[in-house]
């Protein structure tokens, strides 16, 4: 049988659904801070727990611990939550909802939300805070401000779906589920990561030779060996050119994604830019620095199939005379080596550019022969490969989930 739908302020639902406004059926409060904090910091073993947005990391659902803990005579300044309570950042993540599994004190980043179990099953709920639809609530709540925070007042004002507890717990289960796979995939992927990284420090530093290879390694200075462009100060791109379709990719240091380079997070620019300087016109091989911004980020170009040219934040970099192979070189600058080295320039300081002559002094060791430097790249570079399948995989399972709960936290399909 058809369940029947009926419209509401937050669209359309169940006929047998309720809407409720999350401030009525609960208690949402501010955190508050004892000043100054560090006059109440402990590591005494009676100290509170004290939750700050450093103790989780992005996709926890939960917080099960802190790095701090303040003495009982700052609860009074705070606010106390304990376990089973959400909390909510009022800024930085806006929104993001953790369950906590601890008892402890939130300052003033926090907002808190107690009281709310006769209502709401707890995991049905976490789902709701977390969907597309609230955050939209919240940005439409908060328009006007100027500033992409939230309040009480904000919180309090939300609209929930809100079927039988029973049907609450149906829905969470199966996006627990989902929630499960994507977890174990992440877990896989971090792992299969780690793995990459000590293949890496292993093979390309020469800590271990393939079987097979001898001979001593030579060094190499990329500079000398090296052509390394960028677009030049008179090229400048304004922001308008940065278009949504156009003839060419433009790649910059935000579209580097774990060495490569997303492409359906790229903007275009005409074909008059892209034939304004043959040097920094990409292909395939060819690999990538960048010099503003986060400095020393580095890419693979790979998958490239159409014209792409860079902005002014990125070198490409390219070997003169098959002075070296490009993929060993790409796996070199995702070393230990290249990070010692950024580490040495900046020595201390915050580098916020890259200039071509600091590059004059970074030499790296490798096999004496191409033979040798691509074999090493291309075991590497398959592990890249599985590892980039995993990660389609993972994205698959993330829109399969943002559907689930489109769906489900709906209504559109019911579980019962």
């Given at each position: 049988?058809?369940?029947?739908m ?6 359309i ?10 401030g ?6 501010r ?5 100054p ?5 402990t590591?005494?073993?009676?100290g ?6 450093g103790?989780v ?5 939960y917080?099960?611990s802190?790095e701090?803990?303040i003495?009982?005579?700052g609860?009074?300044?705070s606010?106390?939550v ?13 929104g993001r909802?953790y369950i906590l ?16 179990q ?5 995991n ?15 940005k ?11 309040n ?10 809100h ?10 289960e199966?996006l ?22 000590g293949v890496i ?6 800590e271990?030779r ?15 060996k090296?052509?390394l462009?960028?677009r ?6 304004t ?5 949504d379709?156009g ?7 935000t579209?580097f ?11 275009y ?16 091989g ?42 060993f ?10 990070r010692?080295f950024l ?5 201390g ?7 071509q002559?600091?590059l004059?002094?970074f030499?790296?060791?490798?096999p004496?022969t ?5 074999a ?19 994205h698959?399972?993330k829109?399969?989930?943002q559907?689930m ?10 579980l019962v």
């Open positions: 049988m058809v369940k029947k009926k419209e509401t302020e937050i669209g639902i169940p006929c047998d659904w309720d809407v409720l406004k999350l009525d059926y609960c208690h949402i409060y955190g508050g801070s004892p000043r904090i560090q006059d109440y910091l590591t005494a073993d009676n509170i727990n004290w939750i700050k947005i103790d990391k992005a996709g926890d659902k917080i099960t802190t701090e803990k003495i009982p005579e609860t009074s300044m606010r106390e304990k376990a089973g309570d959400f909390i909510l950042s009022n800024s930085m993540s806006f909802p599994k601890i008892n402890g004190c939130i300052h003033d980043g926090w907002l808190v939300i107690q009281d709310y006769n209502s709401f099953d707890a049905y709920l976490y789902y709701l805070l977390s969907s597309e639809a609230v955050f939209a609530q919240y439409k709540l908060a328009a006007g401000s100027g500033v992409q925070n939230l009480k007042d904000i919180v309090t004002e939300v609209i929930l779906p079927p039988e507890k029973k049907e609450q717990i149906i829905i969470a199966a627990s589920s989902i929630d499960e796979l994507i977890n174990v995939l992440e877990k896989e992927i971090e792992k299969k990561k780690n793995i990459k990284y420090q292993k093979l390309v530093v020469g271990e393939l079987a097979g290879y001898t001979g001593n390694w030579v060094s190499i200075n990329m500079a000398k090296s052509k462009k960028a030049i100060g008179w090229q400048g791109l922001t308008a050119e940065y278009l379709s003839y060419s990719y433009l790649v910059t240091g579209d994604e774990d060495g490569h380079i997303n492409w359906d997070e790229c903007h620019v005409t074909a008059d830019r892209y034939f304004q300087d043959p040097n920094i016109q990409l292909t395939n060819d690999v990538l620095i960048t010099k503003d911004g986060t400095i020393g980020k580095v890419a693979l170009v790979d998958g490239l199939n159409k014209p792409a040219t860079l902005n002014s934040g990125v070198f490409v970099v390219r070997p003169i005379n098959n002075a070296y192979s490009a993929r070189l790409y796996y070199v600058l995702e070393s230990r080596v290249f010692d580490d040495m320039l900046s020595a300081s915050t580098i916020v550019h890259l200039y002559k600091d004059v002094n030499s790296f060791m490798a004496a191409l033979e040798e430097q691509e090493i790249a291309s075991i590497i570079y398959d592990m890249d490969c599985e590892i980039r399948e995993f990660e389609d995989k993972l698959k399972y829109k399969i989930k559907g709960m489109n769906d489900l936290l709906t209504g559109k399909i019911r």
